[in-house]
């Protein structure tokens, strides 16, 4: 998108290099998944790629061979696949190359991974592996979502295993499970829900678990249109988490005797949340990550009724179990995988006898434990520089350019999206994306 941008809002002609290495370009991991029952999160209306034309989806969605004909308020409100938004880019890629054409951009798609990059004199060396490396004059991070981190345990021989799948969005991770014994996921959001959906769509019979730390369950969209404003009109630029955390039980408190869960609360403060992570202490964003992050996550990031009904019914047949624990080890053996656990709820240790497991944990953030690549190699040298929570790289708030290990601007070197986590917390969404991308392409163009 900040390339779109970029040739939408340019009137001069100028060479564009994307290089990215996976097949799926334009899509991501995101909007190129193996399967149409993999839903977006978010309701058609509210997923424009455009943050000045707000029904730019939807509009398009509706032109699609699928869904003419549909009521446009019923469709703004529903959960279409994540497929029909990767076409939705596509198309949009399409166009921008077309534009591309037409004011003489020079537009360069490059299948590579890359793996360094260096300061020159008036720009960036980029390293790449199968082919010469690329300069430019200006250059932007956009790495998006890393795999999971591996859990670490003592004997790490499982993260080798052809029965540990580390990636999670790829089908193989669901293909042919063995039903003998159940397969375990390590994870209980959003990405735990599609896995159990690609195995049932595979055809897969066995049990299924999800351990997760806190084990929660994930909610649905139980109060859809509902608007709540009494709890925002509270907030201000001085407020504390502790405050925080006292306004909304007040307002949990009021709500519940109405019959209504805690949902519509954290969506009423959705459009602040940036402002409310900038404005909280160091000490009180360790404090939300180590007590409240899980609790805030299952409220905020839930699934259409419709899906949580099909997870529940699994759960009544016994097909799907949530556990709350923490691994301590996995031994692979020849018959299957052993995971020791320690079950919180039950406080003791227990095992599992696994067919495979997948790891549903999401993006890592911290660039120390990444391997080897263009973010760690920055890092090495000192061109970027992680936040103090590890979930992203430090920027300047207004122009996204990366600090370095001085906390100076580099200057020409940008980042957005999945790496401005530590700035911004809520910063993965097409809702922050679409922003930030338009930002920076008028930036960028500024510059040029
Ligand atoms: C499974 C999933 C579902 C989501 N669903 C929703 C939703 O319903 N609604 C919503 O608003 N948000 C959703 N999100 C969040 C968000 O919209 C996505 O994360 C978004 O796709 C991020 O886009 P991106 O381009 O920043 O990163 P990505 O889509 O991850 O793309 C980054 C690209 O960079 C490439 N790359 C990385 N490193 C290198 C390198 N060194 N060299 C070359 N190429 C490299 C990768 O191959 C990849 O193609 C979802 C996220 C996930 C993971």
Redesign the pocket.
Known sequence: ?VAVNLIRMSDAPFRLVI????K??G?????G?YSDR?????PCGK?SAFPDDPDHFLNWTLQQPDYQGIDRSLLAGAFVP?NV?GAYLKDLWHEARMAAQGKKIVLEEVD????DLDKTVNGFALQLVGRPGVHADLCVL????QLPVDPRVANMSYASDERYFRNP?CKKAVEHADSSHPVLILGNG??MV?TVLGLLEHHHKGRIIALSPNGFNILPHRHPGLQYSALSREISATTTLNELVGLFNRHIKQIRRLGISAEPLVDSVRHMSQQLWQQFSLEEKRKFLARIRHLWGVARHRIPLHLHDKLQQLRIDGQLTTIAGRITDINPTDAHLLVRFWDVRAGQSKTLEVSRIINCTG?QTDIDKMEQ???KNAQTKGLITQDDLKLGIEVCPSTLNVLDSGGQPVPALFT???NLKGLFWES????E?RSQAKNLAQHLLRGM
Not at 142 to 145: C, Q, R, V
């Open positions: 998108m290089v990215d290495c996976q799926n370009r899509k991501g991991i995101a909007y998944s993999h839903l977006l999160n978010v997923m994540r938004y590579d991974q890359v793996v956009a790495t998006g979502n969005w959003l990405t599609d993006p690549g263009v973010l957005l999206g999945n993965t969404a097409v809702n994306l």
